[in-house]
């Protein structure tokens, strides 16, 4: 059935409205290309369903989910992470950065990869840079603080990927860039929001601080297929 709500499922309802085109689709099954996310969501949670998502998968490769209610899966898959997180929205509030804004490009690819693996604020492909604007901040010529965009579902737009080196931390980077990356979506007329962990008091603290508030809580569930022992290795892919 469709959310009530685009937001209870951002992942079927961005990939069904403003990055159709980026689906990888099979039945009731809508992914996003592995190199740009692990995310993938299905219409209902049938066997037909869960057989569908269960032929997309690769060895290696999860499937994870953003839903309102838990998800039980069929023994053929390993339930890699089953947690919760927040889904906040609202527009953080300017702030003074002592360094300049710069957007980021396919040049800068290779830094943020390095950056998100340093940071492991979650999944950050190859391609990921390409589902919205990115800023960045650099010092001496190295790239040390991001934010971009990242799910798109209806006039909703998701903030991700915040992250600040930690040798950079404690000088309102990133406050700084999600402020400058909420004014983006704005000006655009859309409505910003991200997700964080529910476990992640400190992150939650920060963006109730800037202004943002939670509309609801979510369950993330990491499914694998069973056999491919998924297991730890598979941490620095998932959200956090």
């Known amino acids: ?40 969501d299905m219409e209902d949670v049938s066997p037909e369903s869960f057989a569908a998502l269960h032929a997309m998968m690769r060895s290696g490769e999860p499937a994870v989910m953003f839903t ?44 943020m990869r390095e950056l998100v693996a340093l940071t492991n604020p979650g999944p950050f492909g190859p391609r990921t840079h390409l589902l919205g604007r990115f800023l960045g901040i650099r010092v001496d010529g190295r790239l040390v603080a991001m934010t971009g965009e990242r799910m798109a579902p209806g006039p909703y737009t998701e903030m991700t990927a915040v992250c600040v080196h930690p040798d950079f931390r404690g000088r309102g980077f990133a406050q700084a860039l999600l402020a400058a990356v909420s004014r ?13 962990f529910s476990e992640n008091a400190p992150a939650i603290a920060l963006y109730k601080r800037q202004g943002m508030t939670t509309r609801r809580r979510l369950h993330v569930t990491a499914l694998g297929r069973m056999g491919d022992n998924l297991g730890e290795g598979l941490k620095h892919k998932l959200p956090h």
């Open 184 to 196: 983006g979506i704005l000006d655009r007329g859309e409505i910003p929001f991200l997700h964080v």
């Open 68 to 111: 309102p209610d838990p998800v039980t899966p069929p023994p053929e898959f390993e339930t890699v992470m089953a947690a919760t997180g927040e889904q906040m929205i609202g527009t953080p509030a300017d702030a003074a950065c002592s360094e300049p804004l710069a957007v980021l490009g396919d040049e800068d690819a290779a830094a």
């Open 1 to 40: 059935m469709p959310p009530s709500h685009l937001l209870d499922r951002p992942i079927w309802s961005a990939l069904t409205t403003r990055q159709a085109h980026l689906a990888e689709t099979g039945g009731k099954v809508r992914r996003y290309p592995a190199d740009i996310a692990p995310f993938a």
